[in-house]
């Protein structure tokens, strides 16, 4: 697997580099927030980052003044194991060099998707990015395991709360996961064994797979 810059034409099928907002405050701030050593940590609301004055231009510029949220994802992973997908964009704030396992929503056939079409991009420490609604994506990978990765995440506001009660009827109904969170789990991932829908077909990527 070939690692790839988000700022190659590659990425635009994915997402777009977010220009003109200045994230150092931003970046400072994700480096005070708690960032395990051994596994990752989400969460989809920080005051500490919705107080700061990007906050407010990611919702009226990126969003176009929807409600938001922006939390963040911190910690060590190496490995693909899921990938879901939203009915919004989502903005990630990188403040450390980062990889991200993506795909394409239009590529699950009969329910399943398989690994083998996934790309590893590269997005370097102060970029952020918005992955379009049809990006599957999951929980980002460490460059170097001693930085752990450090991602800022802005959805529309509620998304990976708690989801709804459904009578489960189509195929896309058994990977509903959470609110606006739809969740297709590899058989060899942790969220597989504790319930998520199978959706992953093929090898199980890790960094290690991919070339510099």
Not at 20 to 33: H, I, N, R, S
Not at 44 to 63: D, P, Q, T, W, Y
Not at 72 to 96: Q, V, W
């Amino acid at each position: 697997m070939k690692k790839i810059s988000v700022y190659s034409d590659d990425f635009a099928k994915y997402g777009q580099v977010l220009d003109g907002y200045d994230f150092t405050e931003l970046c400072e701030v994700m480096k005070k927030l708690p960032q395990p050593k051994d596994t990752f940590v989400y969460k989809a609301s920080e005051e500490a980052l919705e107080s700061l004055k990007v906050f407010g231009e990611l919702k009226n510029r990126a969003f176009g003044g929807m409600e938001m949220q922006l939390g963040y994802c911190n910690g060590r992973n190496d490995t693909l194991n899921c990938l879901e997908y939203h009915k919004c964009s989502e903005l990630c704030i990188c403040a450390c060099d980062t990889i991200l396992f993506l795909g394409f929503e239009g590529d699950i056939k009969n329910g399943k998707y398989d690994t083998a079409a996934a790309k590893a991009f590269f997005v370097p420490a102060g970029t952020g990015v918005e992955l379009y609604a049809t990006t599957l994506h999951y929980c980002p990978c460490h460059v170097k395991e001693s930085d752990g990765f450090l991602v800022a995440n802005g959805l529309l506001k509620g998304t990976n709360e708690n989801m709804p009660e459904i009578t489960r009827q189509t195929a896309e109904d058994k990977f509903l996961a959470g609110k606006n969170k739809w969740l297709l789990c590899h058989k060899e991932s942790n969220e597989f064994k504790n319930g998520g829908a199978e959706g992953l077909l093929g090898k199980n990527y890790t960094t290690k797979d991919i070339d510099e």
